[in-house]
């Protein structure tokens, strides 16, 4: 990893940006996490033609708690296209429905654009870099095989919290196999998202394809750049009627069967593998001793919807090791992991601020 670049507090200039699928529940947790950002500026948003020509405030549901920022929206929503962009954007940010993402962030990419993405469509091609800061910066130098324009993908909504969570336990032991079942918020599934009659009073067995992706991202974050990690990870995925917060229980196998002590130390100890970043808490990973934690309604909150809490960490007589996770989906597990990605950028030198900054 190259050194990281030192950037002033308040620099004079931020990096101007736009975002895709703004009016969407991702979509709008960027706008919220821009607010005052110190290095990135939201200069512009875009959306389906749906949404285009309308200011933001009329395009939009807002979906989450208080007023949206007033410069927001008066903002006219844009189509989804580079030449649609203003002058001097060079970097999007994409909360693009996934059955668009590909067309969309392609032209992005071709046009000489960074794409930075939570959609999924990218995540698997083996030149672009599936990245959580904390967990493996290095990635990052698959992005020297795309160019100019690059696309850069954060993980699923339930695979960041598992990989932060299995980062210190792989570098350590080397991760054998992994079982995961998780309980999924419905801000997970967009806006509107799942039908009333299956979530009210219900849980529900199937949450979209968030089984297959489990299977095989925590592998892609955890290897080397373009060697994914071999172990198998077996993922049952259910929505629940809650909000905000994706809850995983985690049971795991890790080679030499390590004593409950060591790898609760190396997990509760592991604060991240990247250089300071503005979106990036310390503690990385909080924990919640109690019996019944941690829990969304109180822990998605933790280190502002960025940290992700574990507890219960107690030995499992079938794998070796089991514990509960849990990080916000829309903040850690989307929005704030594409903003930490572009922080992440700037700080290691591969994006610039703008002259004079
Ligand atoms: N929600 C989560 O927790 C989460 C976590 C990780 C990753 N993701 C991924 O992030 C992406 C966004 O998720 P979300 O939950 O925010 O979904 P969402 O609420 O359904 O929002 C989708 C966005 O895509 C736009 N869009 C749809 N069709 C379009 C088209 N043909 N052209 C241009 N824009 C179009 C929508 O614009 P209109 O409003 O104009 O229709 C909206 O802004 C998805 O790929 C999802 O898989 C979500």
Redesign the pocket.
Known sequence: MTAPVDLPARPAARLPVAI??????????MIEQLRDHPWVELVAV???????GRSYAE??SWRLPGSMPPAVAAMP?R??APEAMPPGVRVVL????????RE?EGAFRAAGFGVI?????FRADPDVPLVVPEVNPEHLSLLDGQGPGFILA????CA?PLAIALAPLHTRWGVEAAVVATWQ?V?????P?ESAWDMVGNVHPHA?NEEQKLNIEPQKLLGAPGAPADFPVSARCVRVPVADG?LLSVNLRLRGAPALDAVREALLGFGGRCPPLPSSPQPLIVHQPGRDRPSPRFDAGAGAGMAITVGRIEPCPVMGVKFFVLGH??VR??AG?AIANLELLLRLGRLRLPAGA
């Open positions: 895709l699928g703004a009016t969407g529940m991702v979509g709008q947790r875009a959306a389906s033609s749906r949404s285009a395009a939009t929503v189509v989804c994409s909360a693009l429905d996934a059955e668009v993402a969309i993405t939570n959609a999924s469509a954060n993980p699923n909504c960041v918020a801000s997970g599934a967009g806006y998202g979209g994706h989906n829309t597990g989307a992991a």
